[in-house]
């Protein structure tokens, strides 16, 4: 795992926002603009998916992303791909060293099985990007919905997969203050859901808000 | 097993789509030591319910499918078990190979010099099965390819098995909901054979009892207790399916 900071400095960012333990975000990036996502707290799990702008097909893709680079592991240098084979961002900063691409999304569905019937109405991740879909703005509403979403990234979550082919969901490795930054390789849709899970240890039993800052030319 | 229903020869490089009913048994046999053969499903009855990668491998804590393993939807339900199985391991995380990955592998070869030997790739693959339906890119989900291994190391760093597969292994999938199945058969992404050389496989579809209280598949985990319940609340006993 190798640490890399970034060379930006916190007051020269253009934008900086909170997002609430348990919210969804959603956001353009203009082409060339550096995104930072910081850990406020440590161990929050940021499930985050990436679309082309112009494009909202062309979703970041998990299986091409991983089979390009020869990792299942995100980190600094590694070039994330969309679904049609696009490059979409590169990750050019990380203070925590892995990120997860195969957990995927919590949903109210997938709660029922992991944990039990009865836990179907506790929030997830799924219910925010659904959300977050649904009040796009007009010129992409309807463009997209629950067909859009994808196998998502998951800052500062820790799924290990084993040489024998075990899984598991582990504690956190990030902490207080480590961030991973990208930049936008083409202009993005950034759509994330600040995970509420409760039921295992991906954001340590207790969600919290992370902050999100952003560098580079202002578009329009 | 009982008698074939339906039988199809998939050559090497090609794609096919069918629909499998609860209580049929799809048979896939390979044909040839290094067959992959890639596979995607959805919901019949509701095309936007697909097979979840992401959601098969955490609720089954595993980064492989085997026998008495299953695969879930989004949705939290079942869509088909694997009954038997009899070469151990296919890969669900590595996806498929697109034109550029086969051209800059396999050089280009065009229908016009190669009729039917023209290279293909898995996404394109898929691509013309799934606009049959309707459906496109977006709906291209995380595909589990039969008959393949990938294995990470403690880095993440990914290595492809090339022995895992011979002539003859099959994989038998119960399909415990209606689903559409969409399946190529080209070369899996990481397979390092340097030349352009996919493998046929032999689909066999076959009826098959609904599973039971004590089905090693229903009781390989509590969490696949729990998704077999959210299937059967679809298909209630004594109600026409």
Redesign the interface.
Known sequence: MSIVESPFRVEDAVYRAIIPAGEPFVKTLAAGQHFRILDLEGNQAVDTLFYDADD????Y????T??AQ????LTAGSRLLS???DLLATITADTCG?HDT????C????N???Y??EKKHMHSCRDNFLLALAHLHADMEGAM????L??NINFFMN?P?????????EDGISAAGRYVELRAERDLLVLISNCPQLNNPCNAYNPTPVEVLLWGPVSG | MSDTIWSEWVPGGAHTSFVMRRGTTLRVTAQGPGANASLVLYNYEQLTESYNMADTLKGQHTAFITEHHVLYSDMGRVMCSVTADTCGWHDPFCGLSDRALVNAKYGEARFQQHRNDYHRNGADSLLNELAKYGLGVRDLVAPLNLFSRVTVDDTGAMQFHPDNAAAKDYVDLRFEMHCLVALTTCQHPLDPVPAYAPQAVRLDCHASALPGADDPARTRCPENERAFINTERMFPPGVAA
């Open positions: 909202p097909q062309a979703c893709s998990a299986v091409d991983i089979r020869g990792n299942i592991y679904k049609r084979g892995r195969l957990g995927g999304a949903s109210a569905e997938s029922t099985v992991r039990a019937l919905s629950k067909r859009n994808s196998s799924v997969v084993t040489p024998a082919g075990g899984l598991t969901f």
